[in-house]
């Protein structure tokens, strides 16, 4: 089974929009933290934001925020007020226990349309 | 400001060379990772390593090796390269620690790696 599923593999959305990534994961374990990265067209990997699975709050990061739904085992991004320097590709993942490996999705690809 | 670099951004090598692509970090991070992306398969594992001289096979070893006799610097080898060895190459590191605590993957700009 996969660890880390992103089922959209293309968004749009339109300028000072919000736009939700959906992210779902599987894991056994208590203790795992979830991440979010954007990929720009230039190819590094920026870290955005991260959600512990003991945190209360959803994580948030400036305009980025992390809906994260323990139970349904969901950890969604949500971008605010998009900009065209939003456009990226964008990545959950997943690590566990004490485990040292990352878990990735296959990435979502986000368009902001002026 | 942390840092993680790799020796090429750029790189065209023929079918058969041997190919060296390096990796530094100078966050003092026990893990090392190798990745490749292509188009539609999102990031895969190649190796990684937690430790001076550990590793540990990822999801696709075949055809790679790889090398970490410093803790800042892990090295991945193509012994001999293939056309479909061509892709994007990302290094990443991170510190050890309970998952739940963070300790996310810091990334360096990768490497296009073009074998002809």
């Known amino acids: 089974a996969q660890k880390i599923t992103q089922t959209q593999p293309g968004m749009f959305v339109q300028e000072k929009e919000a736009v939700t990534l959906d992210c779902t994961y599987d894991?056994?374990?208590?203790?795992?933290?979830l991440f979010w990265y954007k990929q720009p067209s230039s190819g590094e990997m920026i870290f955005l934001i991260y959600?512990?699975?003991?945190?209360?709050q959803n994580a948030t990061e400036g305009r980025y925020s992390l809906n994260f739904q323990k139970a349904r085992k969901s950890a969604n991004l949500v971008i605010s007020a998009s900009q065209l320097g939003d456009s990226a590709m964008y990545f959950c993942?997943?690590?566990?226990?004490?485990?040292?490996?990352?878990?990735f999705g296959t990435g979502t690809s986000l368009t902001v349309i002026p | 400001d942390v840092k993680v670099t790799q020796s090429s951004r750029y790189l065209v090598k023929r079918t058969g060379e041997k190919v060296f692509l390096e990796c530094v970090q100078d966050?003092?991070?026990?893990?090392m990772f190798w990745y490749r992306q292509d188009p539609g398969l999102g990031l895969r594992l190649i190796y990684f390593?937690?430790?001076?001289?550990?590793?540990e096979k990822g999801d696709i070893p075949e055809g790679y090796s790889v090398s970490r006799e410093k803790k800042e610097r892990f090295s991945l080898i193509l012994e001999s390269a293939s056309t479909n060895q061509t892709s994007m190459y990302l290094c990443?590191?991170?510190?050890?620690?309970?998952?739940?605590?963070?300790?996310?993957?810091?990334f360096g700009p990768g490497t296009r790696l073009t074998v002809l």
């Open positions: 390593s937690y430790d001076v001289k550990m590793k």
């Open positions: 990443a590191s991170s510190r050890s620690g309970l998952a739940g605590d963070g300790n996310e993957q810091f």
């Open positions: 993942a997943m690590r566990e226990g004490w485990g040292n490996q990352f878990y």
């Open positions: 894991t056994s374990d208590q203790s795992y933290g």
């Open positions: 959600q512990g699975s003991y945190d209360e």
């Open positions: 966050m003092d991070h026990e893990n």
